[in-house]
């Protein structure tokens, strides 16, 4: 046979061979997703009080009610409930908060699968034993709407998945002949809940609430104002037989903040509660409910629950439309697809593996709230108590206002304008309810919780406006911004005299020239000067013997300048220094500059802010990526014809404070606000100023970035940045188009990128100092 007979032969094989090989699978975007990412609280880590991340790992939906998380500890400021160097969980819990500090709320319904011994208390990390359990790290997995892991203890892999308004959970038991499934109904992240209900209904199924109020701490241990009530209706796989309620009983005269709810005295009694069995129904301060059944190795016993804020009749409605069945596999692959789809609304090609991890779980995290706050049938527990039936919007709650209104809400502007519109409608109908004449800053399940400083929601309202999202009451949403500006404002003082003066007086500002906007937009000529005069309020603080910004008491007079200067934490200001809030200036840019001496001034000024913080970009005094203040100030140097600079900056900071690990977060995650961030960046672009529609430009981490876009707001399906020639190397933008056409400025308004398009940028590994000054 000759030689290209043979060769014929071998090549017809491979091809025939090759074609049963599989080919791999494309990566969907849910698949990036790794919620470990920032899933610590450690303050050793951090360097400071503050801690890292403090995301959850646990399962959740888009904008879901439901987060169903392992639990580590319960207490402290762990508001997440989940920090990845503990090596104990104490159970399941079916709410979480993502990010945030003041000891954090929610963690409730925790579900322990357990052998053995009943306990009645949780116990402690490293210290008193309880039904917490030792678990295998290296067993732990978590991806977009699911978590396992194995429970060493007992030798239960467990599983948890979620829907909108339900959870669902899989627990693998060894053989036993005492296997159990148990509810701590009184746990609360920061605190405890203060009254419980439970009812066995039939063989399978148990009702009740968890009544959570300031008296039981919660969020800022109670100084929060959280108050609310968590109805529940959940089934069990396996029959009700051997079932019971644990109470503890509470003296009515002890006090139940955090402080008192862990101390050893009060867990003591926790840990000798009254072992109620049979028991079908009961009320009590402090109880849980637990079914004991025999168990074959391998075999599988599920939970599923509803819960609503409003009804049992709610929570049993939800979970009988979300999750009929037993299909715990089919319920995940509904939580992925669902995040699937959440997550396409930006396509991004190029980059690392890691880089897209990164990206998209920082979408993913952007994606968590404001969370939906009603039911199915669009019915939700009000600021006054009463049941609202929801008809144009969706109400939703978890508004981080001092935080998310910096990036997380703009960027929501582009990819989610619907949910910014609910946000609005949520917070103006929320003040009816309440009979509150202004905005609450920092809302959580209807509480006017008065967290942080400023007046974000006018910024919020203000910015949706500007960008035509405006399907909500908007006379209303006008007056109740003039109301906050003038409850909490500079006045006719021209400044706050408030103990952070700084902060105070510079976010008053802003916030006052969001009003004047709104009233230029609606034809109120008065209110547009007088706020217009109001906004320029911040340089009646800057001292122009020290150069910068300095708080004054009520009577005009400075107060003290301290040894560090401008570098003093918390002189004047709030979780910052003078050096970093002075920065905040958005709507005036121009103003602040000429204050401070000029642009090659500031320019010098502002390296060193940046030059001088540590490569990390952890907690430090100079540029602090892990805290909001700062977070406009990489994107200054595009205001001041630098705008190679602002590429430099930005691509620093996605380089050095992300990554794709547990410390994948230099600071809290703040509710989206610190992802946000990324995704705006990476992406190439970010505003200064909320409420004005520029977007500066900076240089893209990706080849290609696609912004899908909601066809009810915008006339474009998609914009489209291209960067060509792009790498880690080839950082500066040399040339751009948009459209085709030679585009030559530094920042885009937010018409053209909702009409749709695409910018084109060229990179190149050295500065084009001519591009981008037009």
């Not at 997703?33 to 050793?44: D, E, K, W, Y």
């Not at 396509?347 to 998209?360: H, L, M, R």
């Not at 009577?555 to 809030?581: F, H, M, T, V």
């Not at 399906?717 to 040339?735: D, G, L, P, R, V």
């Amino acid at each position: 046979m000759k030689s290209s007979s043979i060769y014929s032969i071998a090549l017809s094989t491979i091809i025939l061979f090759s074609s049963f090989i599989p080919k791999p699978k494309t990566k969907q975007p849910a698949d990036y997703v790794n919620p470990f990412i920032g899933a610590t609280t450690s303050i050793g880590l951090a360097g400071t009080y503050h801690g890292l991340g403090k995301t959850f790992p646990g399962a959740a939906t888009p904008f879901g009610m439901v987060q169903v998380s392992p639990n580590t500890i319960t207490g402290g400021d762990n508001g997440s409930g989940y920090s990845d160097e503990h090596r104990t969980i104490e159970g399941f819990a079916l709410t979480q908060m993502s990010g945030i500090g003041w000891y954090g709320d929610m963690g409730n319904f925790l579900v322990m699968p357990t052998t053995g011994d009943l306990k009645t208390a949780a116990g402690k990390e490293n210290g008193v034993k309880g039904y917490r359990s030792v678990y295998d790290k290296k067993s732990e997995k978590a991806s977009a709407g699911y978590y396992s892991v194995q429970l060493t203890d007992y030798a239960v892999k467990a599983e948890l998945t979620a829907a909108t308004h339900s959870g669902m959970m899989r627990f693998t038991f060894p053989e036993n002949k005492q296997s159990r499934i148990q509810i701590d109904l009184a746990r609360r992240v920061g605190g405890t809940s203060t009254l419980q209900y439970v009812k066995v209904v039939n063989d399978h199924a148990i009702e009740g609430w968890m009544k959570c109020t300031p008296e039981g701490g919660g969020w800022g241990n109670g100084d929060g104002l959280a108050d609310y009530t968590v109805y529940f209706y959940a089934e069990f796989s396996k029959p009700l037989k051997n079932y019971g309620v644990w109470s503890a009983a509470i003296p009515d005269s002890w006090k139940r903040k955090a402080e008192n709810v862990f101390s050893d005295e009060y867990q003591s009694v926790i840990a000798h509660s009254a072992i109620l069995k049979g028991t079908k129904e009961k009320e009590g301060k402090h109880l849980g409910f637990y079914t004991e059944f025999a168990t074959k190795k391998g075999e599988q016993v599920l939970i599923k629950t509803g819960i609503s804020y409003n009804s049992i009749i709610g929570a049993k409605a939800n979970l009988g439309k979300e999750i009929p069945d037993w299909n715990f596999d089919k319920t995940k692959e509904q939580a992925r697809l669902k995040w699937n789809d959440a997550l396409s609304k930006i396509k991004v090609t190029g980059g690392t593996e890691d880089e897209k991890a990164v990206f998209y779980t920082a979408l993913y995290h952007t994606l968590i709230d404001p969370r939906t706050f009603e039911d199915l049938d669009g019915n939700y527990f009000g600021g006054d108590g009463k049941i609202h039936q929801s008809k144009q919007f969706t109400k939703r709650t978890i508004f981080s206002g001092w935080d998310v209104f910096r990036s997380q809400m703009p960027l929501q502007t582009i990819i989610n304008p619907v949910v910014v519109n609910d946000m609005v409608n949520s917070l103006v109908t929320l003040a009816d309810e309440k009979q509150k004449n202004y905005l609450e800053r920092w809302e959580l399940l209807n509480a006017y919780s008065s967290c942080m400083i400023g007046n974000p929601a006018v910024s919020v309202i203000t910015d949706a406006y500007q960008k035509n999202i405006r399907n909500f009451d908007v006379p209303k949403a006008y007056q109740l911004s003039v109301n906050s500006v003038e409850k909490f404002g500079n006045g006719d003082r021209g400044y706050s005299a408030e103990s952070a003066g700084i902060a105070h007086t510079l976010e008053y500002a802003y916030t006052e020239w969001c009003v004047a906007m709104l009233a230029k937009d609606l034809g109120k000529v008065a209110d547009q000067e007088k706020y217009t005069k109001r906004s320029l309020s911040y340089k009646n603080i800057f001292d122009p013997e020290k150069k910068w910004f300095r708080p004054k008491d009520e009577n005009g007079n400075w107060l003290p300048w301290p040894a560090k200067g401008r570098l003093q934490q918390d002189y004047g200001c709030i979780e910052s220094n003078p050096y970093q809030q002075g920065w905040f200036v958005p709507h005036d840019v121009e103003g602040m500059v000429n204050l401070m001496g000029g642009k090659k001034s500031v320019i010098a000024d502002l390296n060193a802010f940046f030059d001088n913080a540590p490569e990390n970009m952890k907690w430090n005094d100079y540029y602090n990526h892990p805290n909001e203040p700062v977070h406009h100030v990489p994107f200054l140097y595009n205001r001041l014809g630098v705008p190679w600079l602002t590429q430099k900056r930005t691509r620093d900071i996605c380089r050095n404070a992300y990554h794709n690990n547990v410390e994948g977060l230099v600071g809290n995650e703040d509710v989206g606000q610190m992802s946000a961030w990324y995704v705006l960046a990476t992406a190439g672009l970010h505003p200064v100023c909320p409420g004005d529609n520029r977007y500066e430009i900076t240089s893209p981490l990706f080849n290609t970035v696609e912004l899908k876009l909601d066809p009810i707001y915008a006339k474009g399906k998609a914009f489209t940045i291209i960067a060509q020639n792009n790498s880690a190397e080839n950082i500066y933008i040399q040339k751009a188009t948009l459209n085709g056409k030679i585009y030559n400025k530094c920042y885009l308004n937010h018409d053209q990128i909702i009409n749709g398009g695409t910018l084109v940028l060229t990179m190149g590994n050295q500065p084009n100092k001519s591009w981008g000054l037009e």
